[in-house]
């Protein structure tokens, strides 16, 4: 019959503009995946553009905002470090602490210390600067040499560290000591037993029985590691 005809005619309709919604999505979705592997593509070319033209693992962003910061106040860079420039794992317990320390200590290596004789200028660049990422800064008066707390335990992470001969390789000890002083264990078990402790799975255990894990990230993409003294193993990768 006519009506049976038009029904039909009617589905045909119906699936092909369904076949088309469908490829638009399809092709929404190809398109969206398109420009985020550019975005990561361009990341990873600019990463290692830095890393070849400076031996520090600090992100180029980073990096950037205190290039910028030594150039408008005409402060030499020797006076201007990043934590993670002074700060690297021993090799002996590279290969199965490195990526815990990390975890660890990963934000930390990403602060810059200034000498404080510059602290005003900084603090009024850094105000009145769009620097377009996040930066944490320490003052830091390099003639000072405050009394050195040692570690708790033998098999604190501190002593799995090494410091680069700087100036301000006093305060980055006295830091490490005070707010890094984690036990490495050797078992989810023996983090259990108490405070300041480190897996090397990477789960952190803080004060008063917090405890973490961060997998957002896979534990040894070295690409996002911020320690070390030289940039070339990191190239390597």
């Not at 600067?129 to 707390?149: D, E, F, G, S």
């Amino acid at each position: 019959t006519f009506a049976e005809q038009l029904t039909g005619a009617q589905s045909v309709v119906d699936d092909g503009t369904s076949r088309d919604v469908g490829l638009q999505e399809s092709r929404d979705a190809l398109a969206i995946e398109k420009h985020n592997l550019e975005v990561n593509f361009r990341e990873v070319r600019q990463e290692i553009k830095a890393l070849e033209e400076s031996p520090s693992n600090i992100p180029s962003d980073l990096q950037r905002v205190r290039d910028e910061m030594c150039a408008a106040l005409d402060i030499p860079r020797s006076q201007i470090a990043f934590v993670g420039e002074l700060l690297q794992v021993r090799k002996e317990h590279a290969a199965e602490w490195a990526p815990a320390v990390e975890r660890l200590l990963g934000g930390f290596g990403k602060d810059l210390i200034i000498d404080d004789r510059h602290h005003k200028r900084v603090a009024q660049w850094v105000d009145k600067t769009n620097i377009r990422n996040k930066l944490v800064y320490h003052p830091v008066n390099a003639a000072m040499t405050a009394a050195k707390r040692e570690p708790k335990t033998a098999n604190s992470i501190v002593y799995k560290l090494e410091q680069k001969q700087h100036p301000f390789s006093s305060w980055v000890y006295r830091e490490l000591v005070d707010r890094f002083d984690y036990e490495c264990v050797g078992s989810a078990i023996d983090l259990t037993r108490g405070d300041h402790r480190i897996t090397a799975e990477g789960q952190i255990r803080h004060s008063r029985g917090r405890t973490e894990k961060d997998d957002r990230r896979d534990l040894r993409e070295r690409r996002y590691w911020v320690l070390g003294f030289d940039s070339r193993e990191k190239l390597e990768i």
